[in-house]
T-cell receptor, first 116, second 116 residues
Framework: GAVVSQHPSWVICKSGTSVKIECRSL??????MFWYRQFPKQSLMLMAT?????????EQGVEKDKFLINHASLTLSTLTVTSAHPEDSSFYIC????????????FGDGTRLSIL | AQSVAQPEDQVNVAEGNPLTVKCTYS??????LFWYVQYPNRGLQFLLK??????LVKGSYGFEAEFNKSQTSFHLKKPSALVSDSALYFC??????????????FGTGTRLLVSP
């Protein structure tokens, strides 16, 4: 149980395009999902917390207009990187948490984004 | 504020030998503690958690971790390492007082290399 699916796993696109990444909880409902960015050989940096039916909460320094998050249902959150540039190239990972204060986050397999 | 320290960038161990990956934490209240493992180009997989109760927590794939409140540590251990255990390991903490979105703070990761 507690499977999180992330799609696509790999994206290569031209500078200036927008890219949408989907995060789905397959066998549970997730009121809260999290979006992380991971640079090579570094830890995960939390970008934002996504809540179903409300606006996402962004971490300091993360541009909300650049990284659009939509959490329209209890099983789907999307991250759209708008007008992507080479510096946005990174590994993006989502996670979802079962309800309950002591439940772990379960992670998707990540999306490697490469902007040319 | 919450923080996690993983003092070793890399741990090398021979197959069949015991392994330890160190983690210390800092929270204002009582902690929720987690260990995750990451394989190349993949998301994080949950290994185990400490919420309350026994200080020795058993998790997936034969891993266990010992919560030591006086030393504020939560070291990951396995009695006999396998080559397939080679991966990147992350320790994470959440303060039980954090009743917001319950976000985790991750350590910088420790690369475990098990040699045949």
């Amino acid at each position: 149980g507690a499977v999180v699916s992330q799609h696509p796993s790999w994206v290569i696109c031209k500078s200036g395009t927008s890219v949408k990444i989907e995060c789905r909880s397959l066998d549970f409902q997730a009121t809260t999902m999290f979006w992380y960015r991971q640079f090579p050989k570094q830890s995960l940096m939390l970008m934002a917390t996504s809540n179903e039916g409300s606006k996402a909460t962004y971490e300091q320094g993360v541009e909300k207009d650049k990284f659009l998050i939509n959490h329209a249902s209890l099983t789907l959150s999307t991250l759209t990187v708008t007008s992507a540039h080479p510096e946005d190239s990174s590994f993006y990972i989502c996670s979802a948490r079962l309800s309950g204060s002591n439940q772990p986050q379960h992670f998707g397999d990540g999306t490697r984004l490469s902007i040319l | 504020a919450q923080s996690v320290a993983q003092p070793e960038d890399q741990v090398n161990v021979a197959e069949g030998n015991p392994l330890t990956v160190k983690c210390t934490y800092s929270v204002s209240g009582n902690p929720y503690l987690f260990w995750y493992v990451q394989y190349p180009n993949r998301g994080l997989q949950f290994l185990l958690k400490y919420i309350t109760g026994d200080n020795l927590v058993k998790g997936s794939y034969g891993f266990e971790a010992e919560f030591n409140k006086s030393q504020t540590s939560f070291h990951l251990k396995k009695p006999s390492a396998l080559v397939s255990d080679s991966a990147l390991y992350f320790c994470a903490v959440r303060d039980k007082k954090n009743t917001g979105f319950q976000k985790l703070v991750f350590g910088t990761g420790t690369r475990l290399l098990v040699s045949p």
